[in-house]
């Protein structure tokens, strides 16, 4: 199994980036799949996750401090989940994570099976 994250970079506040995880090993379509992250000093915390449902449905579901801003999107044909950040604060500034588990409507503190690398995002004038 393997998560791989892309799309990290230096931006500017009040710009925009688009992370993306690329997944193998795992039957995508089946799976709960959130983005985390971590920032220096800070405990990771959960971001946002397409959480399935069943069948091919699926509830996106973000933290308070990124709703209006961020928005997930999976692409189950490609096994790719994307994370597109707008209105970028110093805040978000963090290693982000992927990470996938094969359980329904799992808490936003749920145990996630899987995890990649992570991918940095610094904003910074």
């Known amino acids: 199994v393997q998560l791989v994250e892309s799309g990290g970079d230096l931006v500017q506040p009040g710009g925009s980036l688009t992370l993306s995880c690329a997944v193998s090993?795992?039957?995508?379509?089946?799976?709960?799949m959130a983005w985390f992250r971590q920032a220096p000093g800070k405990e990771r915390e959960f971001v946002a996750s397409?959480?399935?449902?069943?069948?091919?449905?699926?509830?996106?579901d973000y933290t308070d401090s990124v709703k209006g801003r961020f928005a997930i999107s999976r692409h189950n044909a490609e096994r790719t989940v994307d994370l597109e950040m707008k209105g970028l604060t110093h805040d978000d500034t963090a290693v982000y994570y992927c990470?996938?588990?094969?359980?329904?409507?799992?808490?936003?503190?749920?145990?996630?099976?899987?995890w990649g690398q992570g991918t940095q995002v610094t904003v910074s004038s």
């Open positions: 397409s959480n399935w449902i069943g069948s091919n449905i699926y509830t996106p």
């Open positions: 090993g795992l039957t995508f379509s089946r799976q709960t």
């Open positions: 990470a996938a588990t094969g359980r329904r409507e799992v808490p936003r503190d749920h145990e996630y099976d899987y």
